[in-house]
C-alpha cells in the first residue's frame, strides 16, 4: 500500500503528530509519499519507505490514498492534486469546524487502522465545473464547494443574468451568487442562508449574496442541469471564485457551470456519517439551555 501525505505545511502543531502518523504507517510497512512542504518536519526521511511529491502530476494510480491533515480548506487544495485520479481523500482535521476533515488528529492510530484493516467507507462527492471563452483557473477549472460571483471590493451591486439549460431563470441585483454542489451547501452557501442539501442528493443550489430584492431565494436545481450567466456591472470587472481560488474576470466573458464528468471520493470512518456531522458540528439535536 502506499499513501500520500498532504499538507499546507506551515503549521508548527503539524510536527507531533506527522511524525507519529508516519512512524504508523511505516509500522504496517505502507509507503508513505509526502509533500515537499512537510519534508522539515521529518527528522528520519531517509526510511526507504519514505519519498516526496510536488505536484499532481506525481500521483499515480500508485497512490491508494492520500491524507489531507488540516481543514477544510487544505482538502479543497487536495482536490487540485488528486483530479481524475480517482484517490480517495482521508481529511485529519486540524481546523476549525471540519465538514469535510471529519476525523479529530486525536484519532490518527483508527484512521491508520481503519485503512490496514480496510474498516472505512467512501463517499462519491460530485464537483462542479467551469466553461468559459476564456481560460480560468488553469488546468483545474473544478472544485468541491462551489462556483461564485461578486463584485470587486467596493464597487456598486452587480447584476448577474441567469439561465438554465438556456432558458431564463432570474435577474439577480446582489453583491454576488453562489452555485454550490451538495458538499459546498454546508460552507459559504450556508452562511448566506442556503439549505443544507445531504450529499448523495443529485443537486445544485443558487443562492444570492446580499440581494437587492427581498423576495429572491435559494433554489435547488438538478445537477444535470447548466447553468450561464450574463453579468453587468458598472464596474469593468468582476470575481470569479472555485472554491478558494479566484480570478478577477472581464465583465464580457461568458460563462457556464455544470457537474463535473468525474467524481471526488472522501474517506470516512463507519461512525461518522452526515447526520453524525450535523450533530457534531452544528450542534443539532443538543438543548444548549442550561
Known amino acids: 500500500m502506499k499513501v500520500a501525505i498532504y499538507s499546507r505545511g506551515n503549521d508548527q502543531d503539524l510536527k507531533g503528530e506527522l511524525e507519529e502518523l508516519v512512524s504508523k504507517l511505516i509500522h504496517h510497512n505502507i509507503q508513505v509519499l509526502l509533500h515537499y512542504s512537510l519534508s522539515r518536519f521529518i527528522h528520519n526521511n531517509t526510511s526507504e519507505l519514505i519519498?516526496?511529491?510536488s505536484g499532481e502530476k506525481?500521483?499515480?494510480?500508485?497512490?491508494d490514498f492520500l491524507i489531507s491533515l488540516g481543514g477544510d480548506g487544505t482538502i479543497l487544495d487536495t482536490i487540485t492534486l488528486v483530479r481524475d485520479k480517482n484517490i480517495p481523500i482521508?481529511?485529519?482535521?486540524?481546523?476549525?469546524l471540519g465538514f469535510l476533515a471529519s476525523i479529530s488528529k486525536n484519532e490518527l492510530g483508527l484512521a491508520v487502522d481503519a485503512l490496514v484493516n480496510s474498516r472505512y467507507v467512501i463517499d462519491k462527492r460530485v464537483l462542479i465545473h467551469l466553461d468559459a471563452n476564456v481560460e480560468l483557473f488553469g488546468d483545474a477549472p473544478f472544485g468541491l464547494n462551489e462556483f461564485s460571483i461578486h463584485k470587486r471590493d467596493i464597487s456598486p451591486m452587480i447584476k448577474i443574468n441567469t439561465y438554465l439549460n438556456g432558458e431564463f431563470l432570474n435577474t439577480y441585483w446582489c453583491d454576488g451568487l453562489i452555485v454550490a454542489t451538495p458538499t459546498g451547501s454546508t460552507g459559504y452557501?450556508?452562511?448566506c442562508n442556503g439549505p443544507i442539501v445531504f450529499p448523495e442528493?443529485?443537486?445544485?443550489?443558487?443562492?444570492?449574496?446580499?440581494?437587492?430584492?427581498?423576495?429572491v431565494r435559494p433554489i435547488v436545481i438538478p445537477d444535470s442541469y447548466i447553468i450561464s450567466f450574463e453579468v453587468e456591472s458598472r464596474s469593468d470587472e468582476y470575481i470569479c471564485a472555485m472554491d478558494a481560488r479566484r480570478e478577477i474576470v472581464h465583465k464580457d466573458v461568458q460563462l457556464a457551470v455544470k457537474k463535473e464528468r468525474f467524481s471526488i471520493s472522501l474517506v470516512r470512518l463507519n461512525e461518522n456519517n452526515f447526520l453524525s456531522t450535523?450533530?457534531?458540528?452544528?450542534?443539532w439535536g443538543l438543548d444548549k439551555r442550561n
Open 51 to 53: 519519498s516526496f511529491f
Open 58 to 63: 506525481e500521483l499515480n494510480s500508485t497512490v
Open 90 to 96: 482521508i481529511g485529519i482535521n486540524y481546523g476549525r
Open 189 to 191: 452557501n450556508m452562511s
Open 201 to 215: 442528493a443529485g443537486s445544485f443550489v443558487i443562492t444570492p449574496v446580499a440581494p437587492h430584492n427581498l423576495n
Open 278 to 283: 450535523l450533530h457534531t458540528k452544528l450542534t
